[in-house]
C-alpha cells in the first residue's frame, strides 16, 4: 500500500504535465487570444467555477445534511475551480481543446488564489470546521509548474518549430492518455 502513494502521485503529475505540454502543442497564440477576448466566455466560467459551484456544494451538503468530515470534503472539492480534466474532456470529446487549456490555466491561477478564502468563507458561515490552512505559495507553484510552464513549453515549440510539435504531438496524445 505505501508504494501506492507515491505512484499514484508519480501518474497524476505526468496526467496533467503532460496534458498540458500536447494542448499547447496543438495550440496557436491567436487561438488562444481568441478565447481569451471571449468575454462572455471568460465572465461565465469564472462566475459558475468561482460562485455558483462552490455555493451549490454547500448547499448539497447542507441538504444531504453530511457529517462534518464529508461536508468539509464536499466544499473542498466544490471550491477547487477547474480541476485537471479541462483540456484532457476537450481532448477525448473533439472539443476546442485551446479553450479548454486556457480557461484550465486561468481557472487553476485564479483559484489557487480564492480557494483559501473561499473555503474559509463557507465553512465559517456554515458553522463547520473553519480554521482551514492553506499554503498559497506552494498552490501558485504547483500550477505555475504543473500547468503554465508545459502548456508554454508547448505553445513555444508550436510557434518557434511548428512542423516538430506538429509530429510530436500525437505521442504527447498517447503519452497524456
Do not use: Y
Not at 503529475?13 to 496534458?19: G, K
Not at 461565465?44 to 444531504?64: K, T, Y
Not at 484550465?104 to 465553512?123: C, E
Amino acid at each position: 500500500m505505501d508504494i501506492l502513494h507515491p505512484l499514484f502521485n508519480a501518474v497524476t503529475v505526468i496526467f496533467i504535465a503532460t496534458t498540458m505540454f500536447t494542448a499547447g502543442l496543438g495550440a496557436t497564440s491567436s487561438a488562444l487570444w481568441g478565447v481569451f477576448a471571449d468575454f462572455p466566455l471568460l465572465l461565465l466560467a469564472l462566475l459558475g467555477n468561482l460562485v455558483v459551484i462552490p455555493l451549490l456544494g454547500w448547499g448539497l451538503a447542507e441538504l444531504l445534511g453530511l457529517p462534518t468530515a464529508s461536508f468539509i470534503a464536499l466544499v473542498l472539492v466544490a471550491s477547487s475551480p477547474c480541476g485537471p480534466f479541462g483540456a484532457k474532456l476537450a481532448m477525448v470529446r473533439n472539443g476546442d481543446v485551446v479553450a479548454g487549456a486556457a480557461m484550465q490555466v486561468l481557472l487553476a491561477a485564479i483559484g489557487s488564489l480564492t480557494f483559501g478564502p473561499t473555503v474559509n468563507g463557507i465553512l465559517t458561515a456554515a458553522k463547520v470546521g473553519g480554521g482551514v490552512s492553506l499554503d498559497v505559495a506552494a498552490l501558485v507553484r504547483t500550477v505555475a509548474i504543473l500547468r503554465l510552464v508545459p502548456f508554454g513549453v508547448g505553445l513555444l515549440l508550436r510557434h518557434k518549430a511548428p512542423r516538430a510539435a506538429r509530429s510530436r504531438h500525437p505521442t504527447a496524445i498517447m503519452v497524456s492518455t
